[in-house]
């Protein structure tokens, strides 16, 4: 009994040694601007800029220079956003396997520097939004509020946070949508934003069934704290059978509704569909991510077909 606890405080310190070696590796190696892009999560961001650019295709179905400055000021305060959260969360990530690494809880950057970052790049990402139009901006400014002051505090209080804090997502094409010119409670926008909105809850909840430990360990309430993973699958898999009826709003409201546009919508949602049933059977991890990188891919691919279709109707 005493070599096996032994064995495993052992286990514990080589663990923190190989921890500890590999930030001192990465402080050495690691430029600023590696670190800005880390602090900032710039593959998210542009991602989040992308929305945006198919909000205001969807209404203009051409591009144009306000076009890019729009998705500039989006991308430009999603940054801020994102280097905001990193401080916000920078004693959880330092606990977690998956986030330990990032600039702040790595010592890469400190939280001063990492908060005052993160406030040059909102108040630019405001102004430039600001040029747009007041409403512009200010759909900008309550993106910022609800991730980082409403949905934030919320995961470290309630297991289902996501729900509320898929909002996040759905609000960039809408500005997109707005500095066009178009109505913010348009059908249109409307639909593309509750597609939106439906994919961030199985995306969340399929990085949870694969790092479920970690959030713990860093202090999240998870939803295996009330359901088996085994639930946990099964609703996962009936999110994304609800996200796939729900891009078969978007013919009737964003796309042109023609057959070639109904085969393709219902080819990619069977794929989807067919690749992710085996999350309802299996715990294989890899399963998990898969399906993860999958339902990326469907999204793209929506956003893609919206894009195209409006360029070629306009």
């Not at 495993?8 to 663990?15: D, L, R, V």
């Not at 747009?132 to 980082?148: C, P």
């Not at 919320?154 to 759905?170: Q, T």
């Not at 500005?175 to 939106?196: N, Q």
Request: charged letters at 10%.
């Amino acid at each position: 009994m005493s070599s096996s606890i032994t064995l495993g405080k052992n286990k514990s310190i080589e663990q923190s040694v190989t921890r500890k070696n590999s930030l001192e590796g990465r402080k050495n190696k690691v430029s600023f601007f590696q670190v800005l892009a880390s602090l900032t999560k710039i593959r998210i961001t542009f991602m989040v800029a992308v929305t945006t650019m198919v909000g205001y295709i969807l209404f203009n179905g051409s591009f144009g220079i306000d076009l890019l400055y729009t998705c500039l000021g989006v991308f430009v305060l999603a940054c801020g956003a994102s280097a905001l959260n990193e401080f916000q969360e920078r004693k959880s990530d330092k606990l977690m396997e998956r986030t330990h690494t990032r600039p702040i809880p790595s010592g890469e950057i400190s939280p001063t520097n990492g908060l005052l970052i993160a406030l040059g790049f909102i108040l630019v990402g405001l102004f430039i939004l600001w040029q747009q139009s007041l409403l512009v901006m200010y759909l900008g400014l309550l993106t910022l509020v609800w991730y980082n002051f409403v949905y934030t505090p919320l995961k470290y209080k309630f297991a289902l946070a996501i729900l509320p804090g898929s909002l996040v997502g759905a609000l960039p094409p809408m500005i997109g949508y707005v500095a066009a010119g178009g109505d913010v409670f348009h059908f249109s926008i409307l639909s593309l934003a509750t597609f939106l909105f439906i994919w961030q809850i199985p995306h969340f909840w399929l990085l949870l069934l694969m790092y479920d430990d970690d959030y713990k360990k860093g202090g999240f309430p998870t939803l295996t704290n009330i359901l088996s993973r085994e639930h946990i699958s099964q609703i996962t898999y009936i999110w994304i059978f609800t996200l796939v009826l729900s891009s078969f709003m978007l013919p009737f409201f964003s796309l042109s509704i023609t057959t070639v546009n109904f085969v393709l919508l219902a080819l990619i949602g069977l794929t989807l569909l067919s690749f992710s049933f085996k999350i309802i059977f299996q715990k294989d991890r890899m399963i998990f991510r898969n399906t993860f990188m999958y339902i990326n891919i469907y999204a793209l691919a929506i956003l893609l077909l919206i894009s195209i279709d409006k360029i070629i109707n306009a």
